[in-house]
């Protein structure tokens, strides 16, 4: 069970979380413009990658803004935690 | 096994009874079931799972691989409880049932619970190390929690006769407890095992917290509780456990491992007759001396190695105890239950083996390093050559291992790492100082020889001679894993099922290893054991699930009207959480007859359903008709503030994810219903997009589900009875159209009226807050009485949709449908939208798509099971092309007669045609048909 800094509330126990996925993985500006691939590859090609990793939680059962989360996938650590509109450097 | 009066660290001078197999036994307060078994001369506890082989206690600890018993009976019994760990009370009941156990009778609640706690330092296991490490976090500052499994501090001390400060060491031990006991910031949690270490210090404990004790003194109190410990620093000072050396019959009752008999002894006053010592360590011959000091006649110790020396060695000569070195035990003997009598004593280098009487063979091949909560988030292991044992293997942020689970062997190492241990936790959350903190602890251990790497007695035989006792696997069971060409240790294990059992094979695993890695002349470094997964311990699922059963196991979400339909007789359908009224039905009636009679009446007369759980969501502020037509496929920002607009929303893959009317109530507020279920998840959804993606839009949202009581008046005569409840509101057609709102007093409560239609009849929802549901209902259904309204629940509302080709989101849609797929084409807007992009992918364009279409079964009168798969012929072998399923299928009052909906590969374009539905006793025709089987014009809605 993880201990995840939200930025807003401070740490808190997993359960009170919801995952989100990958972060920074923004809807298409215009999907129209998009080819069947271009399209595909946003809906279902995410990283999969050992190490750092930028995802996405919830404070679900908090306050429930969306935040991003830098974690070891390697070894579970949680490196940080930033809001929305900050870059993976600002976590903290 | 014989008692001394004047030994153990129980109570002598009380005594009760208890009944073990149905036999009135005698034990001593301070006494565990095992050292009660062995006290009563209970030397054969039970028979092995695979060979029913008699099988007795081996050793004084959790790790015995089954010494494990059925405790109490009927709906408090609980399978599989170690023997070592059971504290016997007056009136204890066990049966021996060493691997299958019977589960308790009845669930309870009242049992088990649960709690939380922080703390800076969670120190795990209270022996040298842990003690040590406890006191000096403690007195640098730090909130520490400090658990041990066993009934007293001391961990291997209570076992033991050493020395700390020339002085007894549970002196060492009582003085150190005093001193954490008199700090406010130190829990001290006694028969509690930590079994589970989860991420960022999250470390679970289960506290036996009466389990010991006689019901009547249980005073109301759980039998266990579970922690869950959120803490900063994590001491593992779990000790180590003793493995067994490998030869024919090493199973007999009386051969046990070389600590637990030392244990026995010094825990619990239990001696043999006579003793003979079989090992590849020093550690053993403190058994031999111990004993011997005891009055034990020790007939000798057999040391696999050659000419061993060090301190205890010397000790052990000077007591005049006989040393065969080189040498070991091939063989045991019995009596006619299988108790040992004697064992055969052999030179490593051949020759004829020599009996020597005993009732206790003292076994030690070595000792395991115990650091589970390292292993339990991927921390490392490796194979320490000198040691012949598995240590840990880097370090994780939080986690130290001290003592001898680092295989630090010794008292005073122990203390001394421990001591240094406990220091730099306490700094690392900020409490003292390495630099200037205590000085450790000075003090030597006795000087101790290598152990040999020695697994089994070469030429022994091998059908008994038990690798696994738990699972009764034998050299010849290894062998034959080995022979049929398996050469992972892993596959090994699942083959032999070696280090499977409920013990967890932890007297098992090092030795099977270490066979395979010899068998291929591997290096054991590079093979390993298998994983150690968590929990360290098995638990019972009561004790896991604490209170959380039955109504505790998950909220029940009830509507303010739900009395009312306790009262007259719903059956209840479970929906999300919410508790749905399913059907009503009244006198002898079946849940057939109570559907057609419900669904009868809302097309003939009026009926009234309880709308209240459907999802609401209040959607706010300057942007919101932007906010909704970005979400939904049609476009709600166009909706005249007193109307109402019904939307379809798609994930982004374009799949239907929930559905529901929108109204709009103000130019910059709406309000969004969604499906019961889905009412949480839509929410999710919005609130991720507008916090995500469109952080600049200016939109409020608000769950107010809990906030508005829904009652639908449903029926050709819905309108006469909204004139009886609301005299003001004028329900003329021209007055009151169809998707328009009105506020209005209804039954003299300020509602909110909207024409709203799930049925196609003319329909009012009347929304009230929701304390006033009750009444509102109860007003509906008196003016409502000279009509004839009918309550309905669930199941009525779903037939009467079907028969209008309304689908129902997790229904008709699976997570695979488009809103193309059910034929919404003129639901999707000219504009963006999320999803709207996948509706054009080329897997979405292809004609065979399933598409729900309406199905009539040839056969009026009979009705398909939801979920029937549907073929394209009524000849057919199997395997047969599946061409769709059926997702809904109902009897119709309305049209006297069976029907259904269908997802159907291009159905869309098959209408008319005949399809097949397989089933198990017969193949049923249906007819494919529009979607919309009833009122097809839609002239009802009106009324």
Not at chain 2, 832 to 856: A, N, T
């Amino acid at each position: 069970m993880f201990e995840i800094r939200c930025p807003y509330c401070g740490p808190r126990d997993e359960p009170e979380f919801k995952y989100g996925g990958q972060a920074h993985v923004a809807y298409p500006a215009d999907p129209e413009v998009l080819s069947d691939e271009e399209w595909a590859r946003f809906l279902f090609v995410r990283d999969n990658s050992r190490g750092r990793y930028a995802e996405r939680w919830n404070h679900a059962a908090g306050c429930r803004r969306w935040f991003n989360v830098i974690r070891d996938t390697g070894t579970h650590e949680l490196v940080g935690s930033y809001r929305v509109g900050e870059q993976p450097a600002d976590a903290r | 096994m014989k008692r001394l009066d004047d030994r153990g660290r129980i109570d002598h001078d009380h005594s009760f009874e208890f009944t073990y197999d149905g036999r009135t036994l005698t034990a001593h307060p301070g006494d565990t079931l095992a050292s009660a078994l062995l006290a009563n001369g209970v030397d054969v506890i039970g028979t092995s799972v695979l060979m029913s082989r008699p099988r007795g206690v081996v050793t004084d600890n959790v790790t015995d691989p089954h010494a494990l018993a059925q405790v109490g009976t009927g709906a408090v019994t609980e399978p599989l409880m170690r023997m070592n760990e059971v504290e016997v009370f007056a009136g204890f009941e066990a049966e021996g049932r060493l691997h299958q156990g019977l589960l308790p009778t009845e669930r309870e609640s009242t049992r088990f619970e649960k709690r939380f706690a922080h703390c800076d330092v969670l120190v795990v296991g209270a022996g040298p190390a842990g003690l040590s490490a406890a006191l000096v976090a403690a007195d640098a500052g730090a909130r520490v929690i400090l658990v041990d499994s066993q009934a007293h501090l001391g961990g291997a001390l209570l076992g033991s006769e050493k020395l700390i400060d020339n002085q007894p060491a549970m002196r060492w031990v009582v003085d150190v407890e005093a001193r954490l006991r008199a700090n406010p910031d130190v829990t001290i949690l006694t028969r509690t095992t930590a079994f589970n270490n989860g991420d960022q210090g999250a470390v679970a404990l289960m506290e036996r917290v009466t389990e010991h004790l006689p019901e009547s003194e249980r005073e109301g109190r759980a039998v266990r509780r579970m922690w869950q410990v959120r803490t900063h620093e994590l001491v593992v000072a779990t000790g180590a456990t003793e493995r067994p050396l490998v030869f024919a019959d090493n199973d007999r009752p009386g051969v046990m491992l070389a600590a637990g008999v030392r244990g026995f002894l010094h825990r619990f006053g239990l001696v043999p007759e006579k003793l003979v010592v079989f090992t590849a360590c020093d550690d053993a011959y403190r058994t031999a001396i111990d004993l011997a000091g005891a009055g034990v006649a020790v007939e000798m110790i057999v040391d696999v190695r050659k000419d061993p020396q060090g301190s205890l060695i010397k000790r052990a000569r000077e007591l005049g105890i006989e040393i065969r070195d080189n040498a070991a035990v091939i063989g045991t003997d019995g009596d006619a239950d299988g108790v040992l009598t004697a064992v055969r004593v052999t030179s490593l280098d051949g020759g004829v083996p020599e009996a020597i009487a005993c009732d206790c063979l003292a076994v030690s091949g070595g000792w395991d390093p115990l650091f589970d909560l390292h292993l339990h988030v991927s921390g490392g292991s490796r194979w320490n050559r000198k040691l012949v044992g598995f240590v840990p293997d880097g370090s994780l942020p939080g986690i130290r291992v001290t003592g001898s689970a680092a295989g630090i062997f010794g008292t005073a190492g122990c203390r001394r790492d421990g001591h240094v241990v406990g220091l730099v936790a306490a700094e690392a959350t900020g409490h003292g100082t390495t630099a200037d903190g205590p000085v450790a602890p000075e003090g030597h251990d006795a000087n101790e020889g290598p152990t040999a790497d020695f697994v089994d007695v070469p030429g022994t035989e091998r059908i008994h001679a038990f690798v696994d006792q738990h699972r009764d696997v034998a050299l010849a069971g290894v062998d034959r894993a080995l022979g049929s060409g398996i050469h992972h240790v892993e596959h090994v294990k699942r083959y032999t099922l070696v280090g499977t059992g409920t013990e967890q094979g932890r007297t098992a695993k090092v030795n099977a290893g270490r066979l395979t890695a010899r068998h291929f002349g591997l290096d054991f470094a590079e093979v390993g054991i298998s994983n150690a997964r968590p929990l360290a311990q098995p638990m019972t699922f009561g004790s896991l699930a604490g209170r959380s059963l039955g109504v505790r196991f998950d909220p029940v979400r009830t509507t303010s009207i739900h009395p009312w339909h306790v009262a007259h007789g719903a059956i209840f359908e479970d929906v999300g959480q919410w508790k749905r009224p399913w059907f009503f039905p009244q006198g002898s009636e079946d849940m057939d007859a109570a559907v057609l009679r419900e669904c009868a009446a809302v097309r003939e007369g009026v009926g009234m359903m309880d709308a209240s759980t459907l999802g609401k969501i209040d959607v706010k502020g300057k942007d919101a008709g932007e906010f909704l037509d970005r979400l939904y496929t049609g476009v709600m920002s166009s909706l005249k503030p007193g109307r109402a607009r019904y939307g379809v929303m798609c994930k982004a893959d374009g799949m239907v994810m929930d559905d529901g009317v929108v109204l709009r109530l103000a130019d910059d507020h709406f309000m969004a219903t969604t499906t019961t279920g889905g009412a949480a998840g839509v929410l999710d959804w919005m609130e991720d997009f507008l916090q995500t993606e469109w952080p600049d839009l200016d939109v409020w949202l608000t769950s107010v589900t809990e906030q508005w009581a829904t009652v639908a008046v449903v029926g050709p005569k819905a309108r006469e009875v909204m004139a009886v409840l609301a005299p003001e509101l004028d329900v003329t057609q021209d007055a009151f159209k169809f998707m328009q709102l009105e506020d209005a007093v209804v039954a003299g409560i300020e509602s909110r009226v909207a024409r709203i239609s799930f049925s196609g009849e003319l329909a009012f929802e009347i929304n009230v807050p929701m304390t006033y549901g009750l009444a509102l209902w109860e007003a509906v259904y008196a003016a409502g009485q000279p009509f004839g309204i009918t309550p309905y629940g669930t199941e009525s509302m779903h037939v009467l949709r079907a028969e209008k080709g309304y689908f129902i989101v997790g229904q008709e849609t699976d997570g695979t449908v488009t809103p193309l797929d059910l034929g919404l084409d003129w639901m999707i807007a000219d504009k963006e939208f999320v999803g709207r992009r996948s509706l054009r992918r080329s897997d979405m364009l292809r004609d065979d798509r399933k598409q729900l279409v309406g199905i009539l079964p040839v056969d009026p009168k009979d009705r398909l099971p939801e979920g029937a798969q549907l073929i394209d012929s009524a000849e057919y072998e199997i395997p047969v092309p599946m061409i769709g399923h059926v997702t809904s299928s109902y009897e119709s009052s309305a049209m006297g007669r069976t029907f259904g909906l269908a997802l159907v590969r291009g159905g869309r374009n098959r209408i008319g045609e005949t399809i097949y539905a397989p089933l198990a006793d017969r193949t049923v025709a249906v007819e494919i048909v529009d979607p919309v089987i009833f009122d097809q014009e839609g002239a009802r809605r009106d009324g």
